[in-house]
């Protein structure tokens, strides 16, 4: 087993000051361009001994607001209410976003210390919104870098031939179904996206 970084650079080549170097401590133009058209982002969180969490958040393209070149504010819209992110969030106060855009096999990776809000005023920064957050979370930018497509080009994410039909694999409600043994009536994909709709 591999338990040390030193041994994992025995394997790998050291990264090139290009990679080095594009990792900036703040939003610049081309990073505050790139959230401007994201409509998803994934934020990553940790709770100590409650373990890690990575959870899927979207909206329109720009739904992130940048404030300023170290802050950015991420509306909390509604889900299932377990809070996994927030609660890890006041736990230890740091998250990882991963900013992405459809078409795009670049990404854009940004970390730094978060807080959950309930202030009024940062909440009416999302007034338009179809349903008004409850609370925001507000991120200090510590570090942002563009991260290279080849991950995207492996996966040919954004590729029309490889999406998947979603009779692949039963509805979601279904397999929780299984998963769970909790019963419930069974629910088409459109009775599902009926439901969803008051809240998106």
Known sequence: MID???DLRRL????TERVIRKQLDRLDRHCCRFIELSPFVVIASGGGDEGLDASPRGGAPGFVAVVDAHTLL???APGNNRLDTLANITRTGQV????LVPGLDETL???GRARVSDDGS???????????PRCVIE??????YLHCAKAFMRSKL???ECRVDPVSLPTIGQMISEQTGIVSKVETRDEMIARYTPDL
């Open 4 to 6: 040390s970084e030193s």
């Open 12 to 15: 790998y080549a050291a990264p």
């Open 74 to 76: 991420i509306p909390d």
């Open 96 to 99: 990882g976003l991963l900013f």
């Open 109 to 111: 990776r940004v970390n």
């Open 122 to 132: 940062l909440i009416a920064r999302f007034a338009t919104e179809r349903r008004a």
């Open 139 to 144: 991120v200090v930018v510590t570090q942002a």
């Open 158 to 160: 954004w590729s029309a």
